[in-house]
């Protein structure tokens, strides 16, 4: 089974820095990669699919990168409505579609 | 407008049988899968399987088949959740969420419900 990892599990960061959360398979998963916003009791949000597409009406300021094992997701300058928690999902094994761990977004 | 809405939060007993719902609206329920994401208290999104409305086909995780069972009704745009006999670990917050296909095999969830928080104590 295909593991996802994801680093750092929690960051604290002021509005306007530059953030980036990287997420890594325990084997190539090619582009099938998700990346979700979710906010304390909120339901999770898609901001990016296929690593670097970015979902309709999602700010310009998060973006995806990577492929094969390795992904990153960035936020280009921290908002205020940014701090949440950020999971990432492959979607590679066939119709089989396993999170990452999450990463928590605070204010410093 | 593409809208997931489940059904109301559950209080129940341990050794209770439960059924949650998801109805699909706003886009053609049949063409899409839907798919079922725990969430335990403080933790982390779990997926748990999916449902083709269309024709019934049904995939789960390893680490929840056999422990719950997913179904839909076409007729009435909904997808289910069922356990036949709740323990105190299954208290948590569900969601459904419509799975967007890229390809035949991959995809992304665009569309998510509420969500539907079970409680299970005696």
């Known amino acids: 089974d295909i593991q996802m990892t994801q680093s750092p599990s929690s960051l604290s960061a002021s509005v306007g820095d530059r953030v980036t959360i990287t997420c890594r398979a325990s084997?190539?998963?090619?582009?099938?990669l998700n990346w979700y916003q979710q906010k304390p009791g909120k339901a999770p949000k898609l901001l990016i699919y296929?690593?670097?597409s970015l979902q309709s009406g999602v700010p310009s300021r998060f973006s995806g990168s990577g492929s094969g094992t390795d992904f990153t997701l960035t936020i280009s300058s921290l908002q205020p409505e940014d701090f949440a928690t950020y999971y990432c999902?492959?979607?590679?094994?066939?119709?089989?579609?396993?999170f990452g761990p999450g990463t928590k977004v605070d204010i410093k | 407008e593409v809208q997931l809405v489940q059904s109301g939060a559950e209080v129940k007993k341990p050794g209770e049988s439960l059924k949650i719902s998801c109805k699909g609206s706003g886009y053609s329920f049949t063409s899409y899968w839907i798919g079922w994401v725990r969430q335990m208290p403080g933790k982390g999104l779990e997926w748990m399987g999916i449902i083709y409305p269309g024709d019934s086909d049904t995939r789960y995780s390893p680490s929840f088949q056999g422990q719950v069972t997913i179904s839909a009704d076409k007729s009435i745009s909904t997808a289910y959740l069922q356990w036949s006999s709740l323990k105190a670990s299954d208290t948590a917050m569900y969601y459904c969420?419509?799975?967007?296909?890229?390809?035949?095999?991959?995809?992304?969830?665009?569309?998510w419900g509420q969500g539907t928080l079970v409680t299970v104590s005696s």
């Open positions: 084997q190539s998963i090619s582009s099938y």
């Open positions: 999902q492959q979607s590679y094994s066939t119709l089989l579609f396993i």
């Open positions: 969420a419509r799975l967007k296909l890229v390809g035949a095999i991959a995809g992304y969830f665009d569309y």
């Open positions: 296929a690593a670097s």
